[in-house]
């Protein structure tokens, strides 16, 4: 199947690694142009080199923090001048640290609203007036199946991806007579760095080994398996491109069958 990525211009928060760059390494595949973020310039340089091996025309990182604003203003500007525009936006950062709804402070609710709301608001209301005007867009946020069958310790990702998840499913609304589809794409358990620290905070949680908490996971998994990266990747691809042109503030989920409820 043809996705029509040819010539389509992405920018992939967080694409060094882990869930971004399974979606840059898919988008590249399929021939579109990407920028990636990260925070260190070697680890960009690194990735973008493999994803032109990937068959990216051209790829290249920039340095960029999604603690802060005005990042998030210079990343805009930098993958706009290197690509001479952004068609796809991949929204992506890291994850809180485990805890439960109990523990939530102050402090650390602030702190991860800019990382999981205030930024990626701040970006995409950077970047998708120009994908209006143009008549073509696609947005993607990284999210989790937490937004919709909450993570007991993964509470404040729970409570800060549930307000992404209503400013997406608002905006898209908006935007979609412009031909700017905007969608959720939940992992399950997926063998990331994530899933390695959040799979310890379980362990130590329940009094058991790391062994038999990434065990136990995989059994609370229909498809009787972790997934990888490789799982994931593919369908952000599908929904940048022509393909997915009709599917617009959905979230899919890409969980092995792990939430069970129908909604």
């Known amino acids: 199947m043809d996705l029509g990525l040819q010539g389509r211009r ?9 869930l971004g760059r399974s979606i840059a390494d898919a988008l590249a595949a399929e021939g579109a142009a ?16 493999e994803l032109k091996a990937k068959g990216a025309p051209m790829a290249a990182g920039v340095v960029a923090d999604v603690a802060r604003g005005e990042d998030m203003d210079r990343l805009a500007d930098a993958a706009v001048a290197a690509l001479g525009g952004v068609d796809i936006l ?19 609710l602030h702190e991860w609203f800019e990382h999981i709301v ?7 209301n950077r970047l998708i007036p120009a994908m209006r ?14 937004m919709q069958h909450p993570i007991p310790t993964l509470a404040l990702s729970n409570t800060l991806r549930a307000a992404i998840w209503a400013w997406l499913k608002t905006l898209s609304g908006e935007v979609a007579k412009d031909g700017v589809t905007m969608n959720v794409l939940a992992p399950g358990t997926i063998q990331t760095d994530r899933v390695t620290q959040t799979t310890t905070a379980r362990a130590k949680q329940k009094g058991v080994s790391f062994e038999e908490a990434l065990a136990e996971a995989a059994a609370e998994i229909p498809a009787g398996r972790l997934g990888t990266p490789d799982d ?3 369908m952000g691809a599908f929904l940048a491109s022509e393909r997915g042109a009709y599917i617009t503030g ?14």
């Open 118 to 124: 205030a930024s990626p608001i701040r970006i995409a």
């Open 34 to 49: 990407v920028v990636i973020s990260g925070r260190d310039q070697g680890r960009l340089d690194q990735a973008a080199a």
């Open 232 to 234: 994931y990747g593919p």
């Open 250 to 263: 959905s979230m899919i989920r890409v969980d092995g069958g792990r939430v069970r409820g129908m909604v």
């Open 90 to 108: 991949v929204l992506n950062h890291g994850g809180p640290p485990p805890c439960t709804a109990s523990q939530i402070t102050d402090a650390s």
């Open 10 to 18: 992405a920018l992939v928060m967080g694409g060094t690694k882990g």
């Open 133 to 146: 005007e143009r008549k073509w867009g696609r947005v993607i946020v990284v999210g989790s199946t937490g």
